[in-house]
């Protein structure tokens, strides 16, 4: 058996589109342009890439773009205050910080300074307590993202066994709490999990999200079963040339594919949902701060989803 392929890259496309015309909408109907303010702390290649990714299709949507780089020795306070004018910004709808930020800086201050009606990261403790309350408010991109793609496999969710490897805040535990919304039975798994393989193992959902290379082997995947792979990881790529590297996911792909059901592929898979879910969110927080109700498609879409 040969797993379907989850195609981040036309269900990321399909959902730019929505959100492309959705903002037309809210402009022709509201008089305002919604805007997404992403702020990177620090020179680090691979978040410099990801920052101008977002800018340009956030422009390319119909949404105002503001970017804010900050040099890696930026003073907190500095980067607090910056917040804090974001905040006031009325044409700032959504406010992102890269993560993670450099060392001296209190990432946990940095995420609670943010107005959480411009949290598009679900990040807040705001946005986080309504979650795990199972009440309406903006989701966390990547579970977010994920949980679309489950939805375009076609395989209700409900009753099945699902398997999250990973407990952060940003990616884990969001994404435990979705699936169990979904009414999924639902593991968390981690370090300390004592024989991970046989957890894995009886997953119909299998989500990993620990940020190491090709951890999970395919004889880990239970037959069928439907493989949501996070980790975007860069690995040395011999073949292709001396410093050369290549992205891999927390699955090994090559394996995994003969086993699953359906997987998605690094790359091309979650990392491109979840910039096509940071515009959907800024677009529903653009609603949100203005006393609205979100747009039809993405309300429906949250009642297929998680049944709310």
Not at 279 to 293: D, F, V
Request: glycine share 10%.
């Amino acid at each position: 058996m040969t797993a379907r392929r989850i195609d981040g890259k036309t269900l990321s496309e399909a959902l730019r589109t929505t959100v492309a015309e959705e903002v037309g909408r809210f402009q022709a109907a509201h008089g305002a342009v919604p805007g997404l303010a992403v702020v990177l702390v620090g020179e680090d290649p691979a978040s410099s890439v990801y920052v101008a990714s977002k800018a340009k299709q956030t422009v390319e949507v119909g949404m105002r773009s503001f970017e804010h780089r900050l040099p890696a020795d930026t003073p907190e306070a500095e980067l607090l205050a910056l917040i804090e004018k974001l905040n006031r910004d009325d044409a700032v709808d959504g406010i992102l910080v890269q993560l993670p930020v450099p060392r001296h800086i209190d990432s946990g201050r940095v995420i609670a300074a943010i107005d959480p009606l411009k949290d598009v990261d679900g990040l807040t403790e705001i946005n986080a307590g309504r979650l795990a309350a199972g009440r309406p408010g903006l989701v966390p991109c990547t579970p977010y993202g994920s949980m679309m793609m489950l939805d375009w496999v076609g395989r209700p969710l409900a009753g099945l066994d699902a398997v999250v490897v990973g407990r952060s805040e940003l990616v884990g535990r969001p994404m435990a709490q979705l699936l169990l919304m979904a009414n999924c039975t639902v593991t968390i798994a981690h370090s300390k999990t004592r024989d991970l393989a046989e957890v894995c193992r009886r997953a119909d959902v299998l989500v990993a999200a620990v940020g190491r290379p090709k951890m999970i082997p395919g004889d880990w995947v239970k037959p069928g079963a439907t493989v949501i792979d996070v980790g975007i990881n860069r690995i040395p790529a011999p073949e292709k040339g001396e410093g050369k590297t290549r992205l891999v996911g927390d699955v090994d792909f090559e394996t995994a594919v003969e086993v699953a059901g359906a997987i998605t592929p690094v790359p091309g898979g979650v990392g491109l949902m979840t910039v096509a879910t940071l515009l959907a969110n800024t677009l529903i927080a653009a609603h949100l701060r203005r006393g609205l109700t979100p747009p039809a498609v993405f309300a429906d879409l949250n009642r297929r989803l998680f049944g709310r």
